[in-house]
């Protein structure tokens, strides 16, 4: 058996999945209530440890038990990307697990067919683009006024809600162009895992052929700094490498003071 912890904070929910060999025994997505949008991603920031914690707790798991972390690098919300990365490269060093990071594009690549384009809106007319397939993505924030020329060769377009509205309302430069409403995603975490895994796996299988062993988890803790298997995908995926998906700049600078 394989363990994996997932969860992603990119936009206002924790989505948070407990997963073996692939398939997923426990999922939640914690929802923040009475929240302006300024402050629901911070309060969700709050919620993605203790949310965890309990899911671990309910399903008999300890975090010595754990195999391996994924986590949703964005793009999305500054707050909500920082927290999800800072947090897994913390426990990822901590037990000495690998980190796998799956960007909410590539998560929602793998429940699309062929080539396609992605469009999430970002904000104030910009959108995150990416185009391309599963195998091979292409990313950039982009200004409505450059959809056109980003999407080029690839005419089906796959949007969210906020973007998709976009597309239907006004504007000369997406008028001309088709949007659909991308599938529904129950949980972005789950989503994310069944990406990894096929990826993951693979490495494991390699390195226990390599090693001579037949098995990956035996059910019991383990101390990972002896877990040869463990080392191996922690310098395959290391935690350190690990860092969020912006595509754009702060929205804020820092001022430039005299020294």
Not at 44 to 60: E, F, Q, T
Request: glycine share 6%; aromatic share 8%; hydrophobic share 40%.
């Amino acid at each position: 058996m394989f363990r994996q912890l997932s969860f992603d904070t990119s936009n206002s929910d924790v989505h948070i999945a407990l997963v073996e060999d692939g398939t997923p025994l426990s999922e939640r997505v914690i929802s923040v209530k009475d929240a302006t949008a300024a402050t629901a991603r911070q309060e969700a920031a709050n919620l993605l440890i203790p949310g965890i914690d309990r899911m671990m707790s309910d399903a008999g798991w300890k975090r010595t038990s754990l195999d391996c972390i994924i986590v949703g690098t964005g793009p999305g919300g500054f707050t909500g990307i920082r927290t999800a990365v800072v947090t897994a490269r913390a426990l990822s060093q901590a037990l000495r697990l690998p980190l796998y990071p799956v960007s909410i594009l590539e998560c929602i690549s793998s429940a699309l067919p062929g080539t396609f384009t992605i469009a999430l809106y970002a904000t104030m007319g910009y959108f995150y683009l990416a185009k391309g397939s599963s195998e091979n993505i292409v990313s950039a924030y982009v200004s409505q006024s450059d959809v056109a020329k980003f999407v080029e060769n690839h005419p089906t377009i796959y949007a969210d809600e906020r973007a998709l509205g976009e597309f239907n309302g006004s504007s000369p430069a997406l008028s001309q162009l088709a949007a659909k409403e991308l599938p529904q995603m129950t949980n972005i975490a789950v989503q994310q895992a069944k990406f990894a895994w096929p990826r993951v796996s693979l490495k494991v299988n390699a390195i226990c052929e390599r090693l001579g062993q037949s098995g990956v988890y035996n059910g019991t803790d383990r101390p990972l700094r002896q877990d040869k298997l463990h080392a191996e995908l922690c310098r395959e995926f290391p935690y350190d490498v690990v860092v969020p998906t912006y595509l754009r700049a702060p929205s804020v600078t820092l001022k430039k003071t005299n020294v």
